[in-house]
């Protein structure tokens, strides 16, 4: 809370632990250590914000009205993401990409969607993945300093992307996922290297299962460009399970029943930062509209052993 002193932000009030979040678009959920409080200008009203699920979670969220000029809340209200990251596996940032951009995506997606490349479950579109080569504009989002600025803060400076999809629920495509991790890997070819398998081929690109190493050291970034309110299947994690290496189903279900799950509720333009190793997933949305997420990874390393990487997108050039 050390970055409160801005003259634009004068009082953090605590509030109830009890209720539900509201979902106005002009108001910017960020995360805070412990606790929930609400950060206002000086004079606003106490509005009374509580937890979703009406039994409050054991971090917090807070409320940030009348945002500065180009302040990004949650790189001057969180605190230090390097150590959120670390220790819970996730954190979300709401208003990274500016909504031009955001509009520009959208359009492009529409336009864009070859064959191969669409993810369908029972004739409904549900995705789209190799959107880095297939879409220009998500290349360019990929490398640019808004979203590069934060990994390189999680994964060290020269991070890039790697790989790029995108999900989409709809009322025709209302899709639930079970809790899992992400695994596998985009890579250029399949090669007899040690600890890599099981492989696949998906969209006509080779993945495989790295060593679990490899995925440690990776960052997910999901850029929303949709509101995400709690009745449009957001995603839920399960704090710091992405440092239990590998977690198979008797794993799974003792990380449930020893933490509480959280939902990722993110505004259009906001991001969820992501380690690949936490437990994740998403029901089926209740309140069913757009909640389309572009799902971009990114690492800092090569791989070991002689295998490649199928993308590798760094910052673009100013």
């Not at 500065?68 to 969180?78: I, T």
């Not at 031009?100 to 669409?118: F, H, K, N, Q, W």
């Not at 006509?204 to 060593?211: E, L, T």
Request: proline share 7%.
């Amino acid at each position: 809370m050390k970055r409160l002193e801005d003259s634009e932000l004068r009082r953090v009030v605590p509030v109830s632990e009890r209720g539900r979040i509201g979902t106005d678009r002009s108001r910017d959920w960020v995360r805070l250590s412990r606790g929930l409080a609400q950060i206002a200008p000086k004079g606003a009203p106490n509005l009374g914000l509580q937890t979703p699920d009406g039994a409050g979670y054991p971090w917090g969220f807070a409320l940030v009205r009348s945002r500065p000029k180009g302040l990004r809340p949650m790189l001057e209200v969180m605190g230090d993401r390097v150590e959120a990251v670390d220790r819970d596996g996730f954190a979300v940032v709401e208003g990274v990409v500016d909504p031009s951009t955001v509009d520009a995506l959208v359009e492009a997606i529409d336009r864009a969607g070859p064959l191969d490349a669409l993810l369908r479950r029972e004739q409904e579109v549900y995705g789209m993945r190799d959107l880095l080569r297939s879409i220009p504009e998500v290349r360019s989002l990929a490398g640019s300093a808004c979203l590069l600025d934060l990994v390189d803060r999680v994964l060290g400076p020269g991070s890039f992307a790697v790989r790029g999809l995108l999900f989409d629920k709809t009322a025709g495509a209302n899709w639930g996922v079970p809790w899992h991790q992400d695994l596998t890997i985009a890579v250029k070819a399949r090669v007899g290297a040690e600890g890599y398998g099981p492989w696949n081929v998906k969209g006509g690109i080779p993945h495989v299962r790295p060593p679990i190493a490899v995925v440690e050291s990776m960052l997910t970034v999901r850029v929303h460009l949709d509101d995400c309110d709690p009745g449009r299947g957001p995603l839920r994690v399960v704090p710091g399970s992405h440092k239990g290496g590998r977690i198979d189903a008797e794993g799974t279900r003792g990380w449930l029943e020893r933490e509480r799950a959280v939902d990722c509720l993110v505004g259009r333009g906001g991001v969820v930062l992501m380690r690949p190793l936490i437990l994740h997933a998403s029901s089926s949305a209740t309140n069913p509209g757009r909640r389309r997420v572009v799902h971009l990874e990114y690492s800092a390393r090569a791989l070991p052993s002689g295998v490649e990487w199928f993308e590798a997108v760094g910052r673009s050039q100013p």
